[in-house]
C-alpha cells in the first residue's frame, strides 16, 4: 500500500529546484540540428518533435488555463461559455507556427475551442497537413487560401479585421508566430498583430520567446509585449531571462532530449514530472543558482532580482501561497538601507539658493521622524512589484533609463525635462550631481558604495524598488512635512518632535512659505515621475490636505463647514446635514451620525488620503495602471488604496486618543487635551458627548469659555470615548489586514500588516 502511495506521489512530485541554463539562439539551431541529424545523431524527424512540442503548449495552456466546468444551456437553449474556453491559437510562417497548429488540434479534443489565425503561408510539406487537420476538426481558421487554390486570396486589411474580432472573442491567446530563428524587427503581416497584443488585457501565452523579441537580448529596449506566461522548448533562450527571474510564469516543454544532448550543451534540464507530462513548471525560485551571463540585462535583473518574494502567478494570488516561506523576526528590517538613502535624497531634493528658506525647508528633516508613510510606499511597492503582466516591460524600461542616466546618455528621476534655465531650477544640493553627470559621467559610476547608495536610483539594496517607486515615497514624506509646516502655524503649536515647532522658531511667514516650497519641489519630482494617474492622484491628495484643514478650522459643526462643491458633496464622504446637526446640540442630545460622519471624512483627507493614494500610486507605477491594459490592476490598486486608507484612518484615531491618554513628554508635542485648547472635538470627545450629553453645549461653544477645557477633559476621562476611540482603529487596523491579505505572500506584506497592527500600541 505504501509503495502505490509513494509512486502516486512520485508521480506529482514536483522536479527538483533547478534553473536550466539560458541558451543562445546559435545553440538552439545546433542542438535543433541535433535532434534532426541522421543515425548516429537524434535521428527525429521533423513531425515528431512538432507533435511532441505542440502537445506541450496545449498541456501548457491546460494546466495554466484551465477550462471552466461545463454549464447547462441558458433559458433561450444557448450553450454557455466555460471558462477559458477560447483560445486563439497565433501561428506563423515557422516550424513555431507548426507547433501552433498541432497544439490547436490537441486542445480541441481537450475540450477547448481554439481558432487558428495564420497569415503567412509556411514553406515545407508539413505545413498544408497540420492545416488540413485543423479545417478537419471545423476549426476557425483565418488564413490565406494556400497556393494553387482558385479562390481570391484574403485581402490585408480584411485579415486585419477578421484577426481583431477574433481577439475580442478570445479568452487566452497563443502566441506561437515567431521561435529562435526570428531577426527583429517583425515585417507585415505581424507588426499590426504584435501591436496588438501589446494592446490587449487578455492572458498570452507565449511559445520558446515572446514574438518581436530578440532571442538573444530579450525586450531590452521596451519595445515588445510583455507574456502573461511563457513555455521554453528544449531550454530557455538568453533573451527570457529577465522575465523569468522577475517573477513571470515559466514553464519547459520539449521531452525530447536525450542526456547525451542535454549534457554536450550543459542543459542542465530539471526532472519532468512522472506522469508522462510534457511539461514542467520551472517559475524561478530563490533557491535557483544563478547563472553567469555578461548581458546587461542581466546585469540589471540581478540587481532587481525580487530576494525575499514567493514568485508571483498569473493572476492575483490570494493570501496561502507558499506556505514554506520562512517569515522574517523584524520585517521592518527589510527598510533598513533604504530610510537612510531616503533621508539623503530628501535633503538633496530640498535645496535652495536662499539660506533661509534652505535651513527652515530642512528643519523638520533633521529630527528623526518615523517616516511611516515613505515605508508605507516602499513596502507596497516590494509587496505588489511583478504582479502585473507589464511589469517586466516597465522593469527595464527603468533599468534602461538608469543605466543610460548613469552612462550619461538620458535622465533619470533626477534631471529636468526642460531647461534648467527656464525651469529655474536653482536647487544647489542638486545642481551638483547633475553638473557631475554632464562633465564626468565616470564620477557617477566610480562614486563609493556609500555615496551610490544614497542615490534615489541606487539598486544596492535587497528590494525589488523602481527608481520612481523610491522619488514616489521621498515625495510623499516632502508632502506630509509640508503639511506639519502649515498645521503648526494654524494649530499655533510650540513645539513639534521634542523641538521648537518651526514657526515658534523662524515665525508663521517662513513657516507657510516654507511648507510651499515643499509642496513645489515635490510637484516638480512629481512631473519626472513619468505617470499622468500617478500625477493626478498625488495631486488630488493635495486638495484633500487643504480641505481637511478648512474643515477643521470651522470645527465639527456642519452649520459652519465649509461648502463642498457639488461632486465632493455627492460623495460617500459628503458634507453632513446642517439641520441633523443643529437639532442635535439643541436638543442636548449627543452627536448625530452625521457629526460622527463629518469627523471621519475631515480625517479621512487631513491624514489617510496621502496614505492611502500614494500606496495606490506605487502599484501604478509597479505597472497596475489604468493605461497598461491589464484589468486585475485594478484590484492590486484597490487592495494598496483600502490598505493605506483604513491604515491612516487607524492612525489619526489613535493620534486623536493619545492626545487625552499620554503625556505631552511621551508625544514630544502638547498633549493633555491639546485638541480642545484648539476648539478641536475628536473622537474621544464626540464618544463622550454621547454619554454625558452636557458636553455639546462646549463642543458647540469650542470649548472657549473660561474652565471648558478643563471640564470637557474631565467629562472625557469619564467616559468610555478613549477606549470607543481605540476599538474603531482597532477595526480599521483589521480591515487594512484584510485589505492586504488580498495581495500575495510576501516579507513586504508582513512589514505592512506589522506596521496596521503596531499602530494599536504606539505611545506616542
Ligand atoms: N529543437 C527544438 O527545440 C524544436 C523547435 N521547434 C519550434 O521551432 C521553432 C524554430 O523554428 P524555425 O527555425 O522554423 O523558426 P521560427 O522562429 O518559428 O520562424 C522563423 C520564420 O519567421 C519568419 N521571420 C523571421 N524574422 C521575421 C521578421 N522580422 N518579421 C517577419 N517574419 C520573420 C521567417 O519566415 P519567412 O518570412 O522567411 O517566411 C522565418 O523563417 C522553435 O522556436 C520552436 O517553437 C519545434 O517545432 C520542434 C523542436
Ligand atoms: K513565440
Known sequence: MSGILSSIAGAFRSPAPRQPRYIGADDAVAIDGWLMGGSDKGAFSIDQLMELAGLSVAQAVA????????????????????????????CGPGNQGGDGLVAARHLFHMGYAPSVFYPKESKGEIFPRL????????????????????????????????????????????DCLFGFSFKPPARAPFITVLDEFKKTSKPILSVDIPSGWDVDSGNADGTG??????????????????????GGKHFLGGRFVPDAVANEFKLDLPEYPANGSQVVDITWRKEYRPASTSSRVAAWTSA??????????????TSGGSSARIRLEDPLALLKDELGSLRHNITSLLGSKHPALDTIAKYYFQAEGKHVRPMVVLLMSQATNGLSPRWTDVELRERGREQDRREGKGRGVDEPLEQEDVLNDDNPSMMQRAKDLLSNPLSILSSSPSSSASSSSSTD???????????????????????????????????????PSAPSLFGNKLSILAGDFLLA??????????????????????????????????????????????????????ATDPSAVAAASLSGNGPTPAIFEHYMRKTYLKTASLIAKSARATTVLGGCGALQGWKEGERVKDAAYEYGRNLGMAFQLIDDMLDFTASAAELGKPGGGADLKLGLATAPALYAWDEFPEL????????????????????????????????????????????????????????????ASDVLTRKK
Open 461 to 499: 539594496s535587497s528590494l525589488n524598488l523602481l527608481p520612481t517607486q523610491r522619488r514616489l515615497a521621498e515625495i510623499t514624506e516632502l508632502i506630509h512635512v509640508a503639511s506639519l509646516l502649515h498645521d503648526d502655524v494654524i494649530d499655533l503649536a510650540e513645539t513639534r518632535r521634542s523641538a
Open 225 to 246: 509585449f510583455t507574456p502573461d506566461a511563457l513555455l521554453s522548448l528544449t531550454a530557455p533562450k538568453k533573451g527570457v531571462r529577465a522575465f523569468v527571474e522577475s
Open 63 to 90: 494546466q495554466l488555463y484551465p477550462l471552466g466546468p461545463r454549464l447547462d444551456k441558458d433559458a433561450n437553449g444557448v450553450k454557455r461559455k466555460r471558462d477559458n474556453e477560447r483560445v486563439l491559437v497565433c
Open 304 to 317: 532587481v532580482l525580487p530576494r525575499t518574494r514567493a514568485p508571483p502567478t498569473a493572476s492575483i494570488p
Open 696 to 755: 455639546g453645549e462646549l463642543i458647540e461653544r469650542k470649548f472657549e469659555r473660561e474652565g471648558d477645557v478643563e471640564r470637557a477633559k474631565d467629562l472625557i476621562l469619564r467616559s468610555s470615548g478613549a477606549t470607543r476611540t481605540f476599538d474603531l482603529a482597532a477595526a480599521h487596523s483589521q480591515a487594512a489586514i484584510e485589505a492586504l491579505h488580498r495581495l500575495p505572500e510576501s516579507d513586504a506584506r508582513d512589514a505592512l500588516e506589522k506596521i
Open 131 to 174: 492545416k488540413k487537420q485543423c479545417e478537419n476538426l471545423g476549426l476557425p481558421l483565418i488564413a490565406p487560401p494556400s497556393s494553387g487554390s482558385s479562390s481570391f486570396p484574403m485581402a490585408a486589411d480584411a485579415q486585419d479585421v477578421a484577426f481583431r474580432r477574433a481577439m475580442d472573442n478570445t479568452d487566452v491567446i497563443l
Open 521 to 574: 519641489r515635490a510637484s516638480l519630482a512629481l512631473s519626472r515621475l513619468g505617470s499622468n494617474e500617478v500625477v493626478e492622484l498625488v495631486a488630488s491628495v493635495l486638495a484633500n490636505l487643504v480641505e481637511g484643514e478648512v474643515m477643521q478650522m470651522k470645527g465639527n459643526m456642519p452649520n459652519r463647514a465649509t461648502p463642498m462643491s457639488p461632486r465632493t458633496a455627492s460623495s460617500s464622504l459628503a
